[in-house]
């Protein structure tokens, strides 16, 4: 038998010491522990455990939910205009008062005032205004030359009216040739006076032998006016070139089949004086 051993003066000195130590440990201990465990349950999520699948849940495939993928995103088709198969086939050079092409030729002014200078015995000579009411235009035109307190007068003024039948384009046009050329009708009535004075002489004495003698036979002389009146009226059909669809200057030519009437008896002579075909023309820039 082993004998126990023997206890030295430093077993006796440590014997309380050891036991001041064992409840430091284990409070040590306890400590560690109660942290430990209140660091892994604030990790945990507080809640009731998620439900674990049943055995038969796991066996039986017909309680398993079919895979469904996700939809996806598609995306819009463009929408595209229906083909105009029932449209004509247009020809070149027809352009509409809008400006898209039309199967015939159409009315295309696209102007609002007009202003310049024309010539016509029918609708006037001299400064111009035109007025544009779409396809329809109506002109004013006057020219007058007075003189002599109104002995002499030279007077010539009328209106006028346009109507656009047809207009071209012509966008690959060379040289001197218009980009537009339109097709009008075009009719007026103007008031032409003409006043011309001239003297006459006569002898002082009425018997006078040598009315040409002017010291034995003096002579007054007298001023004498002559004065003519006439209406005119006129219709015909004509082309203007240039500045129709759009600002810039125009050239218009016409013939208009012209009625003269007298209004004042110079030969003793009232009413229709002539019928003629008269041309007309007239340079204006529209805008």
Same mark, same amino acid.
């Given at each position: 038998?082993?004998?126990?051993?023997?206890?030295?003066?430093?077993?006796?000195?440590?014997?309380?010491?050891?036991?001041?130590?064992?409840?430091?440990?284990?409070?040590?201990?306890?400590?560690?522990?109660?942290?430990?465990?209140a660091?892994?349950?604030?990790?945990?999520?507080?809640?009731?455990a998620?439900?674990?699948?049943?055995?038969?849940?796991?066996?039986?495939?017909?309680?398993?939910?079919?895979?469904?993928?996700?939809?996806?995103?598609?995306?819009?088709?463009?929408?595209?205009?229906?083909?105009?198969?029932?449209?004509?086939?247009?020809?070149?050079?027809?352009?509409?008062?809008?400006?898209?092409?039309?199967?015939?030729?159409?009315?295309?002014?696209?102007n609002?005032? /007009?202003? +310049? &200078?024309?010539?016509?015995?029918?609708?006037?000579? $001299? #400064?111009?205004?035109?007025?544009?009411?779409?396809? @329809? !235009?109506?002109?004013?035109?006057?020219?007058?030359?007075?003189?002599?307190?109104?002995?002499?007068?030279?007077?010539?003024?009328?209106?006028?009216?346009?109507?656009?039948?047809?207009?071209?384009?012509?966008?690959?046009?060379?040289?001197?040739?218009?980009?537009?050329?339109?097709?009008?009708?075009?009719?007026?009535?103007?008031?032409?006076?003409?006043?011309?004075?001239?003297?006459?002489?006569?002898?002082?004495?009425?018997?006078?032998?040598?009315?040409?003698?002017?010291?034995?036979?003096?002579?007054?002389?007298?001023p004498?006016?002559?004065?003519?009146?006439?209406?005119?009226?006129g219709? /015909?059909? +004509? &082309?203007?070139?240039?500045?129709?669809?759009?600002s $810039? #200057?125009?050239?218009?030519?016409?013939l208009?089949? @012209? !009625?003269?009437?007298?209004?004042?008896?110079?030969?003793?002579?009232?009413?229709?004086?002539?019928?003629?075909?008269?041309?007309?023309?007239?340079?204006?820039?529209?805008?």
């Amino acid at each position: 038998m082993r004998s126990p051993p023997l206890l030295g003066p430093t077993a006796l000195t440590d014997a309380p010491l050891r036991a001041r130590r064992r409840p430091f440990a284990w409070a040590c201990t306890l400590a560690c522990a109660v942290f430990g465990t209140a660091s892994v349950a604030g990790a945990q999520p507080v809640g009731p455990a998620p439900e674990r699948p049943t055995s038969a849940t796991a066996t039986d495939p017909a309680a398993v939910p079919p895979y469904q993928p996700p939809p996806m995103a598609v995306a819009p088709l463009p929408v595209r205009e229906p083909p105009a198969a029932h449209a004509p086939q247009l020809p070149a050079g027809a352009l509409s008062v809008g400006g898209a092409a039309d199967p015939e030729p159409t009315r295309g002014q696209n102007n609002v005032h /007009g202003l +310049g &200078f024309s010539a016509s015995y029918s609708s006037g000579s $001299g #400064f111009t205004y035109r007025r544009y009411f779409g396809d @329809t !235009a109506v002109q004013f035109a006057g020219l007058a030359v007075i003189q002599n307190r109104g002995d002499d007068a030279w007077i010539l003024a009328g209106i006028g009216a346009t109507q656009y039948l047809l207009v071209w384009h012509q966008p690959n046009s060379r040289g001197l040739l218009p980009a537009v050329t339109a097709l009008r009708l075009t009719g007026g009535t103007s008031v032409f006076h003409d006043a011309t004075s001239t003297q006459n002489f006569v002898p002082v004495k009425e018997a006078c032998a040598e009315p040409f003698d002017l010291v034995a036979c003096p002579v007054d002389a007298v001023p004498t006016t002559t004065k003519r009146t006439m209406a005119n009226l006129g219709v /015909g059909i +004509g &082309f203007e070139f240039g500045g129709v669809m759009r600002s $810039g #200057f125009s050239l218009s030519l016409d013939l208009l089949l @012209t !009625a003269a009437f007298k209004l004042t008896a110079t030969d003793s002579r009232r009413g229709l004086a002539f019928i003629y075909p008269l041309p007309q023309m007239a340079l204006i820039y529209n805008w």
